[in-house]
């Protein structure tokens, strides 16, 4: 109980941090959170909030992916909990559970939590917009060169104009 009341202490504290606007403060105290308690879903949201707002995909790309595995870590523990104490409903409601397709053969459920679809599309998302900026950066446009006026003109096409006059 107070390990709990700590956490929400912090978060409070983060949250007010945030608020001041002290992002690299905030940052610190949601991550102490996350290492005191990995399944603290507010804390994965506003790091990753944090990190867009600081436009640092990279950092919220490996929080995205931290909080998805711990998620999913944190689901198969409880749950194999709950079948270590009820071993007979366990199996009947395994079986049941796959024959209606909620559930595939590792016990996983099909229609995962709102939350973890998120976090899912927002890497794919993420992953996306990355992978366009190294395409981007690797083709490089011409040089443009300050023409009279307020028009720009490409290196290339200056280029091509001085030699056809010559």
Known sequence: MKNRYRIDHKLDDARQKEKDGDLKAAEKLYLKVLKTSS???IAYDRLMIIYRRQKDSRK???????????????YLERQKGWIERNEIAAGLSK???????LMDKE???VFPDPLLVKWQNRLVLLEKR???GKRAKKVKPPKSVKTSGNEKKSASAMKTKSTSRK
Not at 95 to 101: E, F, M, T, V, Y
């Open 60 to 74: 919220e790309v490996e929080i995205i992916k931290q909080a998805i595995s711990n998620f999913k870590m944190n």
């Open 39 to 41: 399944s603290t879903s």
């Open 107 to 109: 016990g996983l459920p």
């Open 130 to 132: 990355m992978e366009k």
């Open 95 to 101: 079986d049941l559970a796959i024959s209606l397709g």
